[in-house]
Nanobody, 117 residues
Framework: QVQLAESGGGLVQPGGSLTLSCAAS???????????MSWYRQAPGQQRDLVAS??????NYADFVQGRFIISRDNGAKVLSLQMNNLTPEDTAVYYC?????????WGQGTQVTVSS
């Protein structure tokens, strides 16, 4: 059974940086490479929004993080990362890792990111 575990969340000051990681288990590195991997976030009382996604060499970003966040994946290590720069209080949310392959979807448990002075 494929499982995703996020890490790297925490408290950071405005303008700071943070890197999130999502480690996949219960799957081979070859299979992992076929999964469409994404980061989502959900602020209190808000809907869950797509932040960024990665498949092969293709990267897609939400307009609100364009130029500030970088998504990357290490298929050999089965890890998805999200480097977040120039963070603002509006980036405060629970960040979720998501994997999709055909009709299969897997969510991580989420990691809290709080941007505050």
């Amino acid at each position: 059974q494929v499982q995703l575990a996020e890490s790297g969340g925490g408290l950071v000051q405005p303008g700071g940086s943070l890197t999130l990681s999502c480690a996949a288990s219960g799957i081979s590195s070859v299979s992992f490479s076929f999964y469409y991997m994404s980061w989502y976030r959900q602020a209190p009382g808000q809907q869950r929004d797509l932040v960024a996604s990665a498949l092969g060499m293709v990267r897609n970003y939400a307009d609100f993080v364009q130029g500030r966040f970088i998504i990357s994946r290490d298929n050999g290590a089965k890890v998805l990362s999200l480097q977040m720069n120039n963070l603002t209080p509006e980036d405060t949310a629970v960040y979720y890792c998501h994997a999709q392959l055909g009709g299969t979807e897997i969510w991580g448990q989420g990691t809290q990111v709080t941007v505050s002075s």
